[in-house]
Nanobody, 127 residues
Framework: QVQLVETGGGLVQTGGSLRLSCKAS????????MGWFRQAPGKDREFVAT????????DYADSVKGRFTMSRDNAKNTVYLQLNSLKPEDTAVYYC????????????????????WGQGTQVTVSS
């Protein structure tokens, strides 16, 4: 069982920044593929970013590419999502997810690839 706890959400003005953190339980965090997703009211949960077990280059949704940066610190069992140049359309609940399964890389863009989820943290961007 993996428990994920997100922190760092809040209210920010357009153009502002936030840093989300997600701390995971478990001794094998360095073997998990990690992802960030978001869900706005009335919309489906959508992919934001994903990163492999050892870190390195993350993959991003086109809507956030160049503005968001995902990273991980395996020594701290934590992944991060730096949100810059925020827009009102970024307003959503942001969820951290982990996958203990092995898939082809593009499959981690889908919610179905992840078997553990955090409770979410609200990000609100005012115009």
């Amino acid at each position: 069982q993996v428990q994920l706890v997100e922190t760092g959400g809040g209210l920010v003005q357009t153009g502002g920044s936030l840093r989300l953190s997600c701390k995971a339980s478990g001794r094998t965090f360095s073997t998990y593929h990690m992802g960030w997703f978001r869900q706005a009211p009335g919309k489906d949960r959508e992919f934001v970013a994903t990163i492999g077990p050892s870190g390195g280059t993350a993959d991003y949704a086109d809507s956030v590419k160049g503005r968001f940066t995902m990273s991980r610190d395996n020594a701290k069992n934590t992944v991060y999502l730096q949100l810059n140049s925020l827009k009102p359309e970024d307003t959503a609940v942001y969820y951290c997810a982990s996958s203990t399964r092995i898939y082809l890389s593009f499959m981690y863009y889908s919610t179905g690839a992840y078997n553990y989820w955090g409770q979410g943290t609200q990000v609100t961007v005012s115009s």
